[in-house]
């Protein structure tokens, strides 16, 4: 079996174990895969936050910009005061609303756990050790055992 670059190797009582080469590098492959994926899902997410959020100061500027002092269709409903007041409007409205864009895609990472999703390379290297069943030890007649079984509420 060979070495692993940069693997320490287990001692006997505790710790992880390394992966064979062939093994870490196809449990690098998936790692790799499900981080990127999930920061594809992550990209996915904050554009369609942004984009929702900043609708409405995007479509002022886009038309602030579009129609100022050219298209006559543009002209028959407003004059160049009113597109500077969009763009004006539109560029007051972009900084809050950003802002709120932010806070919002921050507050449904962390509704979704998404962070939990990305697995660490440590992984692909090392490989889980079963947890060994704690030892039973016997109470003495005059001692009470105590039960470390269920969830205690502090």
Request: hydrophobic share 45%; with cysteine.
């Amino acid at each position: 079996m060979a070495d692993v670059p940069g693997a320490q190797r287990s001692v006997p009582g505790g710790g992880p174990e390394p992966r064979d080469p062939l093994d870490c590098w196809a449990c690098a492959v998936l790692v790799t895969a499900q981080n990127l994926l999930v920061a594809a899902l992550n990209l996915l997410l904050l554009a369609l936050v942004l984009g929702t959020v900043l609708l409405p100061a995007v479509t002022m500027l886009g038309f602030g910009f579009l129609c100022h002092s050219q298209a006559p269709p543009c002209t028959a409903h407003l004059r160049d005061p009113g597109f500077t007041a969009l763009l004006v409007t539109g560029f007051l409205l972009l900084v809050p609303l950003l802002v709120l864009a932010l806070a919002s895609y921050r507050r449904l990472c962390l509704r979704l756990r998404l962070a939990d999703c990305l697995v660490p390379y440590s992984r692909a290297i090392y490989r889980r050790r079963r947890a060994q069943q704690p030892r039973q030890t016997r109470a003495s007649p005059g001692s009470q055992a105590v039960s470390t079984s269920g969830k205690v509420w502090v």
